[in-house]
């Protein structure tokens, strides 16, 4: 069975540090996407990756990734109390699975 | 600019009922999607469409019934609502190009329906 598995499963850290959250599967993805849900909404759309070892930012966030196709990383840096939220990734060989999200809490 | 755009946003059903969900998108995109979201279970696909007039099973089918008849519009019935349906429904849509298989993941979600069976 493809999986999905996102770590950490809850993080809560100060304004202003530094973070890492990860997105790891056993099969080859031909794609993963990265999406923010913060509560009452739905998923919104961050990026994209495709290509083996792709690196993309988007201001303070920078989406990784794996040269495998297997793992993906999403780094923040300076986080900002409006970084809250779920993060999910999403992506698989040919049908699209979710992961479980990590729950972000940036505190003020 | 709407996007995607779910009705109800809340409903309550008594066990045995039957209602349905209706989902919209004005952004002329070909593929649309049903998930449902529950605690520590993620998103999961309930059905799909790649156009209009077409429809497919997801990971989660049991329960459901689909129907795209206009291109903008995408229907979840449930005929004889069960607890188990409990969820936050949530709608989807992409555009779907022939020659990027990631656009067929999808784009743009709606602000979900919260549903209780009870």
């Known amino acids: 069975t493809q999986l999905l598995e996102q770590s950490p499963q809850f993080l809560s850290i100060q304004e202003g540090e530094n973070l890492t959250v990860y997105c790891n599967s056993s099969?080859?993805?031909?794609?993963l996407q990265w999406y923010r849900q913060e509560p009452g909404e739905g998923p919104v759309l961050l990026v994209t990756?495709?290509?083996?070892?792709e690196v993309k930012k988007l201001k303070r966030l920078t989406f990784q990734f794996g040269d495998a196709r297997k793992d993906s990383s999403l780094h923040i840096t300076a986080a900002q109390t409006g970084d809250t939220g779920l993060y999910l990734c999403?992506?698989?060989?040919?049908?699209?699975?979710f992961g479980k999200g990590t729950r972000l809490h940036i505190l003020p | 600019n709407a996007g995607v755009t779910q009705t109800p946003k809340f409903r309550v059903l008594k066990t045995g009922q039957s209602m349905t969900l209706l989902c919209a998108q004005d952004?002329?995109?070909?593929?649309m999607y049903w998930y449902r979201q529950d605690p520590g279970m993620g998103l999961r696909l309930i059905h799909y469409?790649?156009?209009?007039?077409?429809?497919a099973k997801g990971e989660v089918p049991d329960g459901y019934n689909v129907s795209r008849l206009k291109k903008q519009n995408f229907l979840l019935g449930l005929e004889s609502a069960a607890p188990s349906q409990t969820s936050v429904y949530f709608c989807?849509?992409?555009?779907?190009?022939?020659?990027?298989?990631?656009?067929?993941?999808?784009?743009?979600f709606g602000d979900g329906t919260r549903l209780s069976i009870l």
């Open positions: 989807a849509s992409s555009n779907g190009h022939r020659t990027l298989s990631y656009s067929n993941q999808p784009q743009h």
């Open positions: 099969s080859v993805f031909s794609s």
């Open positions: 990756v495709v290509t083996g070892g």
């Open positions: 999403a992506g698989g060989p040919t049908k699209i699975i």
């Open positions: 952004m002329n995109h070909e593929y």
């Open positions: 469409s790649v156009g209009e007039g077409t429809t």
